[in-house]
């Protein structure tokens, strides 16, 4: 009340100046510039949206730092509040200069060049020169020099002056490259809050049916009804996979395909399908993609009277490029216990010197599966969900070996061999199917952000290359001679302004005639 | 020719061209050594006719000339020789050669090799010559020593005609931003010595070159050239082909985080040169840390942090 100050100290001034600041180019660019930096350690520590397990084994390797990274986000960075803070705020800051800046441009659109300058020697690049020609004569001229530009001539009291502008084109680029910006982000947004991504392993000869309990991992945006996926099946019948033989490459991935026959819809005829890496097959709204494949021995499990208790195929997940694969049994019917086996596959072993066995070619050369046996209670009955690659040992007791009980019971089979465990059943591995990991995933609405990165892919081109420029010139009646003043002035300072200017100043007199007496103007 | 016989012709070119490499920046240093003595003559082009006599008197501007020559000759040389390895090994593969480390260091010099030689011819700047062909050398020497692997097949993975799309432009926009780099460093180097050096001490190759504002252009050029084209490569091309391959648009894969951070630093020098304060000297350092992250990309994260992109070996 004392001070005419007080209403612009109030919380409308600070805000005003907080809005200010934020929206300046200086805080743009530090926001930009945070940006980079807080994404860097995203790719330098395993991250759980991309690989989950891998955060898992670094907090085991890590047991001292691994719990303070987690503390901190850094195993979600992309997820994290401080890495959303910096580019919310990067985001209004973006939308901040672009509102007012499409409003100042909206008028620019409109409004005519600005008029010349009194002197337009003073500007670094001028050029003042003599003709014979007549004022009208040279403002034709000057029209014919500058080409496509918006030009206005006025009669000042006899003194000719021209003004043209061009190169509206930048800002306008500008401004769209900016807005796509925009437009992608929220684009993506929306994609990942209406969309869905899961993974299923299907091993040959099963089928796969698109309801939520086929997924062995689902993810879907919040705007996603789960009860809404769209209804297909399709059966893996193949799964072909070739190696690199020989060579200095040998054992590298040569091709993978998966074939069999999909339904689209809840009574769809099955049509023959062929899925390979970088061809994807799109079925109701969503693509079907090979992300992984392995082996899943089939393992047969008989009890003492001869009755079979387990035959199925189990997928075995592979470690290394040599697919090296680790898997888990469960046998659930055994009787008096359960029983659980678990071990290793190799599709093409050999035995080291030391007696150990490794995998040494990805394709089943020489398959061999390695397991141990436990019995007990498996716990699957108590209701809690439980991994297919996990077996919950807390129930279990190890087999152990009859000579060392130091070293656990060892079952070691190829295709076709069997071996009786201590307590009468046998188990046996009868043959070897491979499967396939898909990741079914829909986007909806990804043609938005699409587009919107093209179109400011465009823009930027236009931002980037297109030079807005001033040009002015006046042309004065001195007795049988005009006197004409040529000025140039670039929004962003260029080198070559002077040659140029050189340029057109050629041009201008190419149609003009030479000064009748005198020589041109310094 | 036998596939094996042509992968033997890639290995000799590629030893070949590195040596004539080697030798271009040899060139281009004397270049640098041989007009120590020399009063900046391209900036007295202005001055009153007669003070050039003397400047252009002594010997060493045409030997510093000369050894240019020589240096951009060598260089067009090793260019040549370098294609024909780049090419053959393309035989030997029965493929695009660009499939693993080793091949996308070759082929990414002798497209920056091009742009290079291309950009001396259009906007004279072979001042950049030596700073070019050092690290040329260095990356095609490091390339062979370490991360060399005999010509093979694809990983099914890069199996797509993206392959084409998405490196050539990862490749090109590379090669520009290489130049741009020269340029700036070379600017730094200029400005500093512009506002240092009192008038009667300028000689040196140092000014014999554009004056600052003149190389800063030719950064910013290059890099606006560039900008749009590493935007298309690596926020365009890579996640239409990501989605191809792996299911996903963009994953925070390593190869895109650092791909991402490059893109973030390269739009900070775009938007620095147009914020006061931070014209001129911390623009160009912008550039020159936007480049480091390119590189980071290129060798870090393909050795030591690994992901979805590392074919390295």
Known sequence: MSSDLAPELGWRGMARWAWRQLTSMRTALSLLLLLAIVAVPGSLVPQRGTDARAVESYLIDHPKLGPVLDKLGMFSVYTSPWFSGV??????????????????????????????????????????????????DVMTAARGALGRARIDVVDRDGVQELSAEKGYLREAGNLLFHISIVIVLIGVAATALLGYRGAAIVVEGDRFS???????????????????????????????????????????????????????GVDGKDAPFSIRVNHPLKIGGASVFLVGQGYAPVIKVTNRDGEVVFDEPVPFL???????????????????????????????????????????????????????????????DEGRP????????????????????????????????????PDGHTIEFVGLKQFARFQISASPGIEIPLIGIVAGLLGLIGSLSVRPRRTWVRARQDGSRTVVHVAVLDRVPRVDLPADLEQFVRRLKEPLEPPSNEGEGA | MTLEQWGNLSNYSVVSATVVLALAFVAYAAQWGFARKVVAVREQVSVPAGADDQTLAG?????????????????????????????????A????????????????????????????????????????????????????????????????????????????????AGAAFLVGAAASILYLVKARAEQRTPEDQRTGF?????????????????????????????????????????????????????????????????HARATAGWRGKAAAILALVAFGTFLFNYIGVNLFVGGLHSYAK
């Not at chain 2, 060493?60 to 240096?71: F, M």
């Not at chain 2, 060598?74 to 090419?87: D, F, P, S, Y």
């Open chain 2, 206 to 270: 140092l000014w014999r070159m554009p004056t600052s504002a003149s190389i800063d252009q030719v950064a910013y050029r290059v890099h606006a050239f560039a900008f749009p084209i590493w935007t298309f490569a690596a926020l365009i091309a890579g996640p239409i082909w990501a989605q191809a391959a792996w299911g996903r648009y963009w994953g925070w894969d390593a190869k895109e985080v650092w791909a991402f951070i490059t893109w973030v630093f390269y739009a900070a020098y775009l």
């Open chain 1, 87 to 136: 580019y919310l705020l990067l985001m209004i800051s973006l939308i901040g200069c672009i509102v007012p800046r499409s409003l100042v441009y909206l008028r620019a659109l409109r409004a005519r060049p600005p008029k010349a300058p009194k002197n337009l020697l003073r500007f670094p690049a001028s050029h003042e020169l003599v003709t014979s020609s007549s004022p009208d």
């Open chain 1, 210 to 264: 698109n309801v939520l309990t086929q997924y062995d991992e689902f993810a879907s945006g919040a705007l996603f009804d789960r009860d809404k996926l769209p209804p297909f099946s399709f059966q893996l019948d193949d799964f072909a996979a070739t190696y690199q033989v020989d060579g200095p490459q040998r054992g590298a991935p040569l091709s993978f395909e998966a074939t069999g026959t999909y339904a689209d």
């Open chain 1, 318 to 380: 592979p470690a290394d490029s040599t697919y090296t694969s680790n898997g888990v049994v469960k046998v659930a019917e055994a009787q008096p216990e359960q029983l659980g086996f678990q071990g290793f596959f190799l599709p093409t072993f050999v035995e080291g010197e030391d007696g150990a066995t490794r995998s040494v070619f990805p394709a089943p050369i020489a398959p061999i599966l390695g397991l141990f046996a436990w019995h007990g209670d498996l716990g699957l």
């Open chain 2, 59 to 91: 010997p060493e501007p045409d030997r510093s000339d000369a050894a240019g020559g020589i240096g951009y000759s060598l260089t067009t040389l090793a260019e040549v020789i370098l294609v024909v390895g780049v090419v053959t090994r393309g035989l």
């Open chain 2, 93 to 172: 593969a029965e493929r695009v050669p660009w499939g693993n480390m080793y091949e996308f260091g070759c082929i990414a010099i002798a497209v920056a090799l091009a742009v290079y030689l291309v950009l001396v011819r259009v906007w004279d700047i072979d001042w950049i010559g030596a700073l070019v062909t050092i690290f040329a050398t260095v990356v095609l020497g490091s390339s062979m020593l370490f991360v060399y692997v005999p010509p093979g097949p694809l990983v099914p993975a890069l199996d797509s005609y993206w392959l084409v799309i998405h490196v050539i432009g990862a490749i090109t």
């Open chain 1, 386 to 421: 439980q991994s297919v690659y996990v077996l919950d040992k807390t129930n279990m007791t190890q087999y152990m070996d009859a000579d060392d009980p130091e070293e656990g019971y060892e079952i070691s089979l190829q295709p076709g061999e069997s071996q009786k465990l």
